[in-house]
């Protein structure tokens, strides 16, 4: 086969494809304006990748944060409490500490506790002079001890690992109890629904020195085995996951595809995976010019 | 002459055999129009690049095919099935296959040999000016081209014959 043989033969089947000089005038006014183009397809790329990180990163917060709520407040768990050698009008005070509530609030998960006495003739009913949150008080040797916030409470569990930060308020009650509010300032306890606290050290953070308490903490019970799972749809990238507990069960779901338009294809609105090729279909302005993809085309009837 | 009244008389003059190039290379007409377009567009940008001594129409060659490169590359990306090529991916619904044998055997070339046959016998470019032009060797242009012949030779062994 000869060169020209071959050129002559591909002229003339493809005869009826020119470069018309419609395309030509088309391309000559882009070359004019095609610094600015390109700034807003690059700005619009930036912006829609922004938008869908920030999208998926705060659907994955919902989720964790939906899969551990409320993962307590179904029943009841005591506690053992014993009070640091440390202090001295704490010594061998037993307490029953009772979870009473916990939700999350925001990012953060409030856990609430009731504590009560074991032994009423050592400390009577931990009797409050400020029946008012943020504050500590109790009973030793017949004295009223009040103390300020912040607590913070180290856990030594390995079940625990983003304990550093927790909070504790005291809220003392008209009726001599004392409600002990824990907030745990970690977001990320979804893995932690084999939750077990065996140890917890509480630190008086305005008086470290004397302000040490030991918490003896039973295990808790497994709450997975406590509720029946409400699922939350399987997507693209997780396979589906109890709202409650965060297990996960079966394979991964479907994608879910955006329409393409002539400047993106499928995308699915979960992994931003794409599909298939770009739309044909251009969305000419009034001035010609592709809203989207910025060609110009003299006879703007949407067709091309 | 600036950049852009040179280009735009190379359009006149090879903007049609870019468009059957890249049609040929992507079999679809409405991508060729738009890889044409930004072959011309590349160009601009890089008018500065250009040397005088050198074939207008072997450098926008080059442009063009790595353009229809990237315009493989991307429809092989947005793909899902990553085990499919992207020669395998399905046809533009507007690209008229042609009805001549052996440019329908050439279009039917994986790119690879694709691209050196278009480049070498349609554009008529030297087998150096290939080689640059794809990024490889000339050893690498003419295996390729020894490859392409022989499973076109495969191809039209029924056409060569009756065309006696």
């Known amino acids: ?304 | 002459m600036d950049a852009r009244e040179t280009l735009d008389t190379l359009m006149i003059q090879h903007g049609s055999r870019l468009l059957r190039l890249c049609a040929m290379n992507l079999r679809d007409t409405s991508l060729a129009q738009d890889a044409v377009q930004d072959t011309f567009l590349k160009a601009f940008q890089q008018f500065h690049r250009f040397r005088g001594d050198a074939d207008a129409l072997t450098w926008l060659t080059a442009i063009a095919i790595n353009v229809c490169r990237d315009y493989h590359r991307i429809a092989w990306f947005r793909h899902i099935d990553r085990h499919v090529e992207a020669d395998d991916l399905p046809r533009a619904a507007d690209f008229a296959y042609p009805d001549n044998t052996v440019i329908r055997a050439v279009t039917a070339l994986p790119p690879r040999y694709r691209e050196v046959i278009l480049l070498r016998y349609y554009q008529d470019m030297k087998q150096k000016e290939v080689a640059a032009a794809l990024g490889i060797s000339e050893r690498a242009v003419r295996q390729r081209l020894k490859k392409a012949n022989h499973i076109l030779r495969e191809e039209l062994k029924e056409w060569y014959e009756d065309e006696g």
């Open chain 1, 1 to 304: 086969m000869k060169d020209k043989d071959f050129q002559q033969m591909v002229d003339h089947e493809f005869a009826q494809l020119e470069w018309t000089d419609q395309q030509r005038m088309d391309t000559l006014r882009k070359m004019n304006k095609e610094e600015r183009p390109v700034m807003k397809r690059k700005f619009s790329v930036a912006l829609v990748v922004t938008l869908l990180l920030l999208t998926l990163t705060g659907t994955a917060v919902a989720a964790t944060y939906r899969g551990v709520t409320h993962f307590l407040t179904d029943n009841d768990y005591d506690r053992h409490y014993v009070m640091n050698p440390l202090r001295s009008y704490h010594t061998s005070h037993r307490l029953i500490v009772r979870v009473v509530d916990a939700h999350w609030d925001g990012a953060k998960l409030s856990v609430a506790y009731h504590i009560q006495s074991l032994d009423p003739n050592e400390i009577v009913a931990m009797r409050c002079t400020y029946p008012a949150h943020n504050h500590y008080a109790s009973q030793a040797n017949a004295g009223i001890i009040v103390e300020q916030p912040p607590y913070i409470i180290i856990t030594e569990s390995e079940n625990v690992h983003h304990t550093a930060g927790y909070m504790i308020d005291w809220v003392c009650e008209e009726d001599s109890s004392l409600t002990v509010m824990i907030t745990f300032q970690e977001n990320a306890l979804s893995d932690q629904l084999d939750f077990t606290i065996p140890v917890i050290n509480v630190r008086d953070g305005n008086n470290p020195e004397t302000a040490y308490l030991h918490f003896e903490l039973p295990s808790l019970p497994d709450p997975i085995a406590q509720h029946t799972h409400d699922w939350e749809p399987a997507t693209c990238v997780s396979p589906k996951v109890c709202r409650i507990c965060g297990r996960t069960d079966g394979g991964l779901g479907k994608h879910d595809f955006t329409e393409a338009t002539c400047i993106s294809p499928e995308t699915c609105r979960v992994c931003t995976v794409t599909s298939g090729p770009l739309s044909r279909h251009h969305q000419y302005g009034d001035d010609g010019y592709c809203i989207l993809c910025h060609k110009y085309y003299e006879h703007a009837d949407n067709t091309k």
